[in-house]
């Protein structure tokens, strides 16, 4: 069954980039029903959509978060990655990678999450 | 940006007991709404798509209700496993957001 892994640092300085990786593993990343998504949850708090990508490159973002935000795709290693610019404290959280289904607007795989701690 | 509004934010219930979720979305979302259960140090769960819909594996006791900007989350019988956390969360133009989440809590 497909399976969404969350990989990179689990310590970032503040200033500095936020960079994840999550790896599709049982399937295609690039099948066409489904967006590839970032969600995060700082401890004790809710979930925050941060943005999606389609196979294509085509990308959304969170408002709040759009001038910091890049969301990528590498089809060849069925890959999606995150970037986080100019972090603080604020971003330290949980990060999920999820897939979207098209159409539908839902959630229905994730990955188990990594912590991301900003901190110098 | 669309809000959503969870309520209450923490219940306390029994099992067996018949519980109620609420959400509210600040203007309408027709009926793109999802619900989430939550465990501490796991990943959400999707239990309900599109406001009524059960996803494929989710016991019958789940149901989901409503549209525009109202929305129910139903569990008809509270059941050891059903303590958590849940979350709804909508899409409107290229957009989605979660609601603050429900705690629901051993009475």
């Known amino acids: 069954q497909v399976q969404l892994q969350e990989s990179g640092p689990g310590l970032v300085k503040p200033s500095q980039t936020l960079s994840l990786t999550c790896t599709v593993s049982?399937?295609?990343?690039?099948?066409?029903?489904?967006?590839w998504s970032w969600i995060r949850q700082p401890a004790g708090k809710g979930l925050e959509w941060i943005g999606r990508?389609?196979?294509?490159?085509?990308?959304n973002y969170n408002p709040s978060l759009k001038s910091r935000v890049t969301i990528s795709v590498d089809t060849s290693k069925n890959q999606f990655s995150l970037k986080l610019s100019s972090v603080t404290a604020a971003d330290t959280a949980v990060y999920y990678c999820?897939?979207?289904?098209?159409?539908?607007?839902?959630?229905?795989?994730w990955g188990r999450g990594t912590l991301v701690t900003v901190s110098s | 940006d669309i809000q959503m509004t969870q309520s209450p934010s923490t219940l306390s219930a029994s099992v067996g007991d018949r519980v109620t979720i609420t959400c509210r979305a600040s203007?309408?979302?027709?009926?793109?709404l999802a619900w989430y259960q939550q465990k501490p140090g796991k990943a959400p769960k999707l239990l309900i798509y599109?406001?009524?819909s059960l996803e494929s594996g989710v016991p019958s006791r789940f149901s989901g209700s409503g549209s525009g900007t109202e929305f129910t989350l139903t569990i008809s019988s509270l059941q050891p496993d059903d303590f958590a956390t849940y979350y709804c969360?909508?899409?409107?133009?290229?957009?989605?957001?979660f609601g603050g989440g429900t705690k629901v809590e051993i009475k």
């Open positions: 999820a897939r979207l289904a098209v159409a539908l607007w839902y959630f229905d795989l």
């Open positions: 049982g399937g295609s990343i690039s099948s066409g029903s489904y967006y």
């Open positions: 990508i389609y196979t294509s490159g085509s990308t």
């Open positions: 203007q309408s979302i027709s009926s793109w």
């Open positions: 599109k406001a009524s």
């Open positions: 969360q909508q899409y409107n133009s290229y957009s989605l957001t």
